[in-house]
């Protein structure tokens, strides 16, 4: 007899969770057009200006290990919600500031914080619990949410233009608070347990194969069966090599994309309605790779991410011939294809992750992970605009880029996925 299927909640969990990703990292993805206009009105240097961008990094990395164990103890729900709602006082609170110290203080600490308690690491602790055949899929959906918070930008900018950038920030600090924390307290749930059922809505019968099959190949039956504790996956040399990813890839070429961008087409002569609308494409396009990561459910993590990798370091040194507005293609072809390649490899670093670490204490190792997004995000974005203060141009910046993303390609290589946890391919 065949067992009718309910609708799986996990589908409510993950639209959750991808409002989670678009409200909360509006905040962070926004500050590329805050920052000129900021620098515009106080005179500040841009490097001086940068460190706000950077201690908010920091500061969210550093909470990030007791965020995802606060998401490990407690009822996501609520833990989600908090962050939310410290987040909105924050953005709302760089309304009223008028020195460095205070964005330091608001946006650097509050809104840090909140982003921190409400980010990565607990919702993507909820997802590992209810996905498992789709999991690159689920965390592509979510990342398609960071990629959607980066569209974002031409409406903050727009805002920015015609209210000025005070105006701005109370609108979207308003508007995270009241979308986000209702829609947690309501609707979000630990795991399928709590619902009566299984990851990715499988059988009973379904969930036990898919463990059987994976304790049946050698090599990764015992990897896949361990109970990793944090301390546990500090002995492998898998956690060192992912930790060095997310300080490559999150921490220095997400939050260079994120925070300077915007300068790169400012700088080569655009207008600032254009210079946003090239970004949010970026972003478009962001959230399009992270759904297309989902392929490596099928052919593997790292055979789709090193040539994703190999392909996004080509659209980056596509910047180099960026120099003014004579070339008005090369923006938008270097936006869509930057964009997409590099939404893919966060999808599948994100999957991987999960895969190799996944169990009741992923929160923590999953913000483990963050501090090191934090060590390269926070010097990053200072580095960038102090190098353009003494050079004049991103010429170095560029190419910081393409050698990440070449540094994160070898990273990939070695941490080598299919050999501890083979892909169960969805059915």
């Not at 926004?30 to 009105?41: C, L």
């Not at 006082?89 to 909140?114: D, E, H, K, N």
């Not at 934090?374 to 353009?388: D, E, F, I, K, V």
Request: hydrophobic share 50%.
């Amino acid at each position: 007899m065949t067992t009718k299927r309910r609708f799986f909640y996990g589908w409510v969990i993950l639209a959750i969770g991808f409002v989670t990703m678009v409200g909360g990292y509006v905040c962070r993805t926004t500050f590329s057009v805050f920052y000129p206009a900021i620098v515009d009105e106080f005179g500040w240097t841009r490097g001086n200006t940068a460190l706000i961008f950077s201690i908010n990094v920091l500061v969210y990395g550093l909470c990030a290990p007791f965020a995802g164990a606060l998401a490990d103890r407690f009822q996501p729900r609520f833990v989600l919600a908090g962050g939310a709602v410290l987040m909105g006082v924050g953005m709302v609170s760089c309304s009223l500031a008028t020195a460095r110290w205070q964005f330091f203080l608001l946006y650097g600490i509050v809104a840090a914080v909140g982003l921190s308690v409400a980010g990565f690491a607990p919702v993507s602790t909820l997802l590992t619990n209810w996905f498992a055949r789709r999991r690159a899929l689920a965390f592509g959906i979510l990342g398609a949410g960071f990629g959607t918070s980066l569209i974002a930008s031409y409406a903050a900018q727009y805002v920015i233009t015609s209210f000025g950038w005070r105006t701005a920030y109370v609108a979207i600090g308003l508007s995270v608070a009241a979308l986000i924390a209702p829609l947690c307290v309501l609707f979000v749930r630990r795991s399928p347990a709590d619902k009566g059922m299984y990851p990715d809505g499988m059988t009973a019968e379904e969930a036990r194969a898919d463990h059987e099959t994976l304790s049946t190949r050698r090599g990764a039956g015992e990897w896949s069966s361990r109970e990793w504790t944090l301390r546990a996956a500090a002995h492998t040399r898998q956690f060192w090599l992912l930790f060095l990813s997310w300080l490559v890839l999150f921490g220095i070429v997400e939050q260079l994309a994120v925070s300077h961008q915007v300068y790169f087409y400012l700088d080569a002569g655009y207008e600032p309605m254009t210079a946003a609308t090239f970004y949010s494409i970026f972003g478009v396009c962001f959230a399009v790779g992270n759904v297309a990561g989902a392929l490596s459910d099928r052919v593997g993590r790292e055979r789709f991410f090193i040539p994703a990798c190999l392909a996004c370091a080509v659209f980056v040194s596509l910047y180099f011939f960026m120099r003014d507005t004579a070339t008005p293609w090369l923006p938008p072809v270097i936006a869509v294809g930057f964009g997409t390649t590099f939404g893919s490899l966060c999808c599948v670093l994100n999957a991987t992750l999960a895969d190799l670490f996944q169990g009741r204490n992923y929160g923590k190792i999953a913000g483990s992970m963050i501090v090191g997004f934090a060590a390269g995000g926070t010097l990053s974005p200072w580095l960038a605009g102090h190098l353009h203060d003494i050079t004049g141009d991103h010429i170095i910046t560029y190419a910081i880029l393409v050698a990440s993303l070449l540094a994160t390609a070898t990273l990939m290589r070695l941490v080598a996925p299919r050999r501890l946890h083979p892909i169960v391919r969805p059915r």
